[in-house]
């Protein structure tokens, strides 16, 4: 069975920093893209971020970009979203998806169940 | 950027009927679309990719159809726990990889 399990959310002031982690297993994680796509609460979906089964290309949202940064580590299956400067419109559950290519513009089949960053003094 | 409309923004049936969800693009995103379910609660579901492709494990009642700009999740015969919100998501611009701002279903 193929989970995701998110951690590193909770409270955290505006202009400050937060590292959120993925934990994969049940699939060759090397083999697909991964993403971080969040939701404030009670509103749609917005695409985070995105990176290749290598690393060797990834994108961000206009929102994000600049400030957030994806990477991942093959060798542990794990993926992770640096966010700094956060700002209080950041405030969102955060999920962690698993891509349905190698390259990460495609589709997204398998969610974590997130979890949820708030940005507030 | 593409930017994806969903409509209605709520659909109240019953069980039984048959619902007809639309997403439409800006511009042509070809049949690079995707359909979605969330539940209360829950984080959302793949359920059709490719406009028209059923993702695995999801019911033969969930159809997908349209190409270009114009797009229809159609549930046949609803059933009590597919009353949800449903997201389209296009891939052939990123980034990003836009999600229209949904449709509930809900029961009536």
């Known amino acids: 069975e193929v989970q995701l399990v998110e951690s590193g959310g909770g409270l955290v002031q505006p202009g400050r920093s937060l590292r959120l982690s993925c934990a994969t297993s049940g699939f060759t994680f090397d083999d697909y893209a991964m993403h971080w796509v969040r939701q404030a609460p009670g509103k749609g979906l917005e695409w985070v971020s995105g990176i290749s089964w290598n690393s060797g290309s990834f994108g961000y949202a206009d929102s994000v970009k600049g400030r957030f940064s994806i990477s991942r580590d093959n060798a542990k299956n794990s993926l992770d979203l640096q966010m700094n400067s956060l700002r209080t419109e950041d405030t969102a559950f955060y999920y962690c998806?698993?891509?349905?290519?190698?390259?990460?513009?495609?589709?997204?089949?398998?969610w974590g169940r997130g979890t949820l960053v708030t940005v507030s003094s | 950027e593409i930017v994806l409309t969903q409509s209605p923004a709520t659909l109240s049936l019953s069980p039984g009927e048959s619902a007809t969800l639309s997403c439409r693009a800006s511009q042509s995103v070809k049949d690079y679309l995707a359909w979605y379910q969330q539940k209360p609660g829950q984080p959302p579901r793949l359920l059709i990719y490719d406009a028209s492709k059923r993702a695995t494990g999801i019911p033969a009642r969930f159809s997908g159809g349209g190409s270009g700009t114009d797009f229809t999740l159609t549930i046949s015969s609803l059933e009590p726990e597919d009353f949800a919100v449903y997201f389209c998501q296009q891939r052939t611009s990123w980034p990003p990889g836009t999600f229209g701002q949904g449709t509930k279903l809900e029961i009536k």
């Open positions: 998806v698993k891509g349905t290519f190698p390259d990460y513009r495609w589709y997204f089949d398998v």
